[in-house]
């Protein structure tokens, strides 16, 4: 499979701070690539660095096979970007904004334009300044549709929208991404907003990449784990890494397992807890290993 | 091609009340400019009329400030500066952008100031193909100044902050060449270099400018072209500072006209009959000068040439020297009786004074036989002369000379007689020196009594690439003995007008083998003899 997006060792200084660190990563063509991190982990700038807004200090980046320096007009008619800090020209009326946008791309769909105006709801004749930023979101995630790019990039989209527009545009962009096979690669610090919507996930923390893989492997590999002992139980002083912030309680000791394959793992915590009484494993949500994760590394 | 329109409209669309406010002073001005005499009107209370006249009043500021919001914002639509800008991920062409912009200002800024330039030089009769020369440099002025606004604007991210770094550019820049230039201890040379160093100035400065521009549309890394913009400032500190005088001097010989070429000034000991010098500007603190007879060939009929500086050495045979500069401005021209074609009698022979820069030095000299050389700086001029009868009170005529147009309008107050000129020429108006005199039955009338040079439109003021031309109105007053209160002028009156064109500037090597400064003393050439100057 093809990467819309690939870096390599990608890393960006400001002055003496790192805001990201030898991030090496690949978004797999027609996926919906979530890229987490909790806020300040360095998601916006490897976006920038990606959109070639910020020049990278070292490594390097490719989107659309094309290295993220050397992005031209033309390759730029293929993304379409949308992010929750864009400074949007709110001078323009929602019309005037579709119809400027329009020009610059020679694939823009008139029709599709149309009809997600419609779905959204915007307001043709308002100034973009005078809308809401749920309505703003709308506009511009319109814009940056309407030409159907092959790679859709949104930057902490849902960031402070209320949750019917958050569903909204979250249906907008599944029904469009079913229908074209586009690669969305997505933003966000609340798991929760992307968490049916994505495909492949990738975890940033303070500018280092924690892991980056599909969503069924992670959601595989992940089981919160309970374990009865008799008696009172206790944490073994030999404790896999791959095992996360295990907890104790009475006879139970329960924890997350982040290597998961049952057979092997029934047999290593066997092993672990010889007196155990019983063992369940439970599939976690997204936003359950999230928080695991953040928690194992404080 | 597309896209430049599209963005020139786009910004059109935005912009429009402020090109619009842009076209309704560029008209003001101009009306001001054809229209109102300089000085000659009082606004009172708030009409409609006093509200028209304070804002042509101010044109002046507010058309300048409006150029540089109108040239600020459009290039700010498109931000350089931060990266949240919904331009930065769309399929711009930086060129076609850079395009439009350059797009909108030739239109909004440029074209409208030219056929403002255009319609005053035709309303005031001069023909376009003879103020071209002076269109070209009044819109390199123009050009600058849109540059610096662009530079400011590729810098910073809205008008306040580009106002601010236009203010820190200016007190960076007044720094630097304060700074640098303060150890400048070259012999005083007077003006005259200003021009070809002031070019070379602002020919580095606009390079520097748009090395700005053009790295930021390419890189938009605000701190290095920030950087960029700093060293272009110290470049032209530099430059200003070592910039050769043997350089302006080759070049005032390159481009000096063929009627200067042929002045030649060149000193000789045995001239007699000179009239006494002018008095130093400032002869209690100014030290003793040695004065050298010079006599100036070569002059036409009506032209006459102005020294107007000088670099000169005396170099003893011990191989000792001194630095000298030209004490006063001395006036070489044909001789020529009073009302002829020159405003005063003159004469191709003059006393040069030459001034010590380091007195001490030069006391240890004064009694050495050495020798004096070095350069002369010349400026030639054109005297123009017209005479005709003074209008009747109240009504006005057409007067033409040199390069001035004028309208002249007479009246009488009591026993004086008030001749008010309100002339016109083109940018930078080369009229240097305007004389009226008054005849009556071919006798010369003593004065003016009183007379004022007037007040310009522009020249010397700021910004002179406003307007394409210079206007000026002055007043010259004359006793008339014998004029009673029934207003009428005594037949017979005629008025002279001279005015004095510059012709360019030059510069002339000069050496006198044997001068012994104390023999060229002003008390020496008292005892000598000398005439009262004229």
Known sequence: MNSAISTHHLTKKFLSSEAIHDLTFEVPEASIFGYLGPNGAGKTTTIKTLMNIFVASSGSATVLGLDSRRLSPERLQQIGYVSENQELPGWMSVDYYIDYCRAFYPNWDPALCDSLMKQFDLPRKQKLKQLSRGMRMKAALVSSIAYRPQLLILDEPFSGLDPLVRDELVEGILAISADHRWTVFVSSHDLAEIENLVTHVAYLDRGRLQFSEELTWLQERFREVEVTCEGSAQVPTAWPKAWLKPETSGAVVRFVVSDYAEDRTTAKIEAMFPRSRGVSFEAMSLRSIFVSLAKSRR | ?534
């Open chain 2, 1 to 534: 091609m597309n896209q430049i329109v599209h963005i020139f409209h786009k910004d059109c669309r935005r912009l429009w009340s402020t090109i619009a406010a842009v076209l309704v002073f560029t008209f003001l001005h101009g009306y001001g400019d054809a229209t109102l005499s300089p000085g000659g009107g009082v606004a009172v209370g708030l009409s409609p009329f006093a509200i028209v006249f304070i804002l042509i009043s101010l044109s002046w500021l507010i058309l300048p400030v409006l150029l540089f919001l109108l040239v600020v914002s459009v290039i700010q639509e498109e931000s350089l500066v931060g990266s949240d800008k919904f331009w930065l991920t769309r399929p711009y062409d930086r060129a076609r952008l850079f395009l439009g912009k350059l797009l909108f200002v030739v239109l909004w800024a440029f074209l409208p100031m030219l056929l403002h330039d255009v319609c005053l030089i035709r309303h005031f009769g001069f023909s376009l193909s003879s103020a071209f020369g002076l269109l070209l440099w009044k819109y390199a002025q123009f050009g600058f100044f849109l540059l610096v606004a662009a530079t400011v604007a590729v810098l910073s991210a809205s008008f306040a902050r580009a106002v601010l770094l236009a203010v820190i550019a200016i007190v960076v820049a007044a720094l630097t060449f304060f700074i640098v230039l303060q150890k400048a201890d070259g012999p005083p040379v007077g003006s005259w270099t200003t021009t070809y160093e002031m070019l070379a100035v602002l020919v580095v400065a606009a390079v520097g400018a748009l090395c700005v521009i053009a790295f930021q549309y390419r890189f938009r890394i605000t701190s290095v072209a920030a950087m960029i913009g700093v060293a272009a400032i110290l470049v032209c500190a530099l430059l200003a500072r070592f910039w050769p005088p043997s350089l302006t001097a080759y070049l005032l010989r390159k481009n000096e006209s063929p009627l200067l070429r042929s002045i030649q000034i060149l000193p000789d000991a045995s001239l007699n009959d000179l009239a006494r010098p002018r008095d130093l500007p400032n002869p209690t603190t100014q030290p003793p000068a040695a004065y050298y007879p010079f006599r100036a060939s070569g002059l036409s009929d009506d032209v006459g040439v102005d020294l107007v500086g000088s670099t000169a050495h005396l170099d003893s045979p011990d191989r000792k020297s001194a630095s000298l500069y030209l004490a006063a401005v001395v006036r070489f021209q044909p001789p020529a009786g009073r009302l002829g074609q020159f405003a005063n009698i003159g004469s191709p022979d003059q006393l040069v004074s030459f001034a010590p820069s380091n007195p001490e030095g030069y006391n240890r000299l004064k009694n050495t036989d050495g020798m004096l050389s070095g350069n002369l700086v010349l400026q030639a001029f054109r005297s123009a002369v017209a005479r005709m009868p003074v209008p009747a009170p109240r009504s006005r005529q057409d007067l033409a000379v040199g390069s001035r147009r004028c309208k002249v309008e007479s009246f009488l107050r009591g026993p004086t007689l008030v001749l008010s000129f309100d002339c016109v020429e083109l940018e930078p108006g080369n009229t240097s020196q305007f004389q009226v005199h008054l005849l009556h039955d071919n006798q010369e009338i003593k004065g003016p009594t009183t007379g004022n040079s007037g007040q310009s439109s522009s020249a010397g003021g700021w910004p002179a690439f406003l307007s394409p031309i210079v206007r000026t109105y002055s007043t010259s007053e004359f006793e008339l003995p014998g004029v009673g209160l029934a207003g009428e002028l005594p037949s017979g009156l005629e008025m002279v007008i001279f005015a004095e064109q510059s012709l360019g500037a030059s510069v002339r090597t000069f050496r006198v083998e044997h001068f012994r400064p104390s023999e060229f003393t002003s008390q020496a050439w008292e005892q000598r003899g000398l005439h009262a100057p004229q």
